[in-house]
T-cell receptor
Framework: GIQVEQSPPDLILQEGANSTLRCNFS?????LQWFHQNPWGQLINLFY???GTKQNGRLSATTVATERYSLLYISSSQTTDSGVYFC????????FGAGTRLTVKP | EAGVAQSPRYKIIEKRQSVAFWCNPI?????LYWYQQILGQGPKLLIQ????????DSQLPKDRFSAERLKGVDSTLKIQPAKLEDSAVYLC??????????????FGEGSRLTVL
C-alpha cells in the first residue's frame, strides 16, 4: 500500500517562530488532507489540498502532486499550535502518516 | 451542523472481556470509517462503509473485531475478546457520498479504550 512519511517527527519552537512540516507519499493520490490533533485527541481539519496552495490565517499548505509531497507552514507560532500534525492521503482509503509533534514554548 | 458523535468517551475493561463503541456520523454522510489510534502513532484504518456496505475491511482483525452499519446511518464497532494490545483510541469519521465529496474527512472525539 501507499507509504506516508512525515518529517520531522518532533519539533520544538519558541513562540513567534516559523516552521515547515513535510509529508512525502509513495504513489499518486486522489486527495490529501492536513489535520491537527489537539491535546484532547480531537482531529481538526486544517486543509484539504490535493494540489496547489491554500492559506488560512497563519497557516498555509502546498501540495506538489507530481513530486509526491506536501508542506504545511506555520508562521508566528503560538502555544495553542502545540499538538500533533497529521498528513493523510487518499489512494482508495485515507492513510495517515505518523505525525509531527509540535511543541511551542512561551 | 452537528458533528460526528461517538460513545462512550472512555472505557476500561479487563482482557478477554467485550466492548462496543457507537458512532453517529454527520447527517447525510454516506461514507463512515473506523480508525484505531495507538498512543504515539497515526490513525490506522480498520473498516470503511459506503452506506451499509463494507468497502474495505482488510486491516480489521476479524477474529476479534466486528463492525456493522445496518441502516446506513450509525455504526457499532465491537471487540470480543479484548487483548492488552487493543488499548487505543477508536476514532469514527464520516464523509459525504463520492459524488459530492470534496475529500474531507470529519472526525468524532474518539473512544479511549484501556484493557487491563
Amino acid at each position: 500500500g501507499i507509504q506516508v512519511e512525515q518529517s520531522p517527527p518532533d519539533l520544538i519552537l519558541q513562540e513567534g517562530a516559523n516552521s515547515t512540516l513535510r509529508c512525502n507519499f509513495s504513489d499518486s493520490v486522489n486527495n490529501l488532507q492536513w489535520f491537527h490533533q489537539n491535546p484532547w485527541g480531537q482531529l481538526i481539519n486544517l486543509f484539504y489540498i490535493p494540489s496547489g496552495t491554500k492559506q488560512n490565517g497563519r497557516l498555509s499548505a502546498t501540495t506538489v502532486a507530481t513530486e509526491r509531497y506536501s508542506l504545511l507552514y506555520i508562521s508566528s507560532s503560538q502555544t495553542t499550535d502545540s499538538g500533533v500534525y497529521f498528513c493523510a492521503v487518499d489512494s482508495g482509503d485515507m492513510r495517515f502518516g505518523a505525525g509531527t509533534r509540535l511543541t511551542v514554548k512561551p | 451542523e452537528a458533528g460526528v458523535a461517538q460513545s462512550p468517551r472512555y472505557k476500561i475493561i479487563e482482557k478477554r472481556q467485550s466492548v462496543a463503541f457507537w458512532c453517529n456520523p454527520i447527517s447525510g454522510h454516506a461514507t463512515l470509517y473506523w480508525y484505531q489510534q495507538i498512543l504515539g502513532q497515526g490513525p490506522k484504518l480498520l473498516i470503511q462503509f459506503q452506506n451499509n456496505g463494507v468497502v474495505d475491511d482488510s486491516q480489521l482483525p476479524k477474529d476479534r473485531f466486528s463492525a456493522e452499519r445496518l441502516k446506513g446511518v450509525d455504526s457499532t464497532l465491537k471487540i470480543q475478546p479484548a487483548k492488552l494490545e487493543d488499548s487505543a483510541v477508536y476514532l469514527c469519521a464520516s464523509a459525504p457520498s463520492k459524488r459530492r465529496w470534496t475529500g474531507e474527512l470529519f472526525f468524532g472525539e474518539g473512544s479511549r479504550l484501556t484493557v487491563l
